[in-house]
């Protein structure tokens, strides 16, 4: 398993009540599921959320590697 720093912007972060946390995981779909375990709250932003590692959005099983920060960024409105 691998230690990934995850940042939480805008709803993420007011549904996980932190803006950045450590969580430990070796897929994206991993890390959600840590995540909402963590904070169940996440669990609709989540399903509108972009979740990027090095500025490329993940899913599913896609491999975190060690060390990596994982942004998670749900949909921003605006004008």
Known sequence: MARITV???A????????TQ???TASTAAQLRSAAVEAH???????????VLVDGRRVEGEAPLPDGCT???LP?????
Do not use: I
């Not at 169940?40 to 972009?50: D, E, I, K, Q, T």
């Not at 949909?75 to 004008?79: E, K, R």
């Open 7 to 9: 940042r939480y912007w």
């Open 11 to 18: 709803a993420a972060a007011a549904a996980a009540g932190v």
């Open 21 to 23: 946390e450590s969580v």
């Open 40 to 50: 169940p709250a996440l669990a609709p932003v989540f399903a509108v959320a972009s």
């Open 70 to 72: 994982v942004e998670v």
């Open 75 to 79: 949909p921003f409105a605006g004008g």
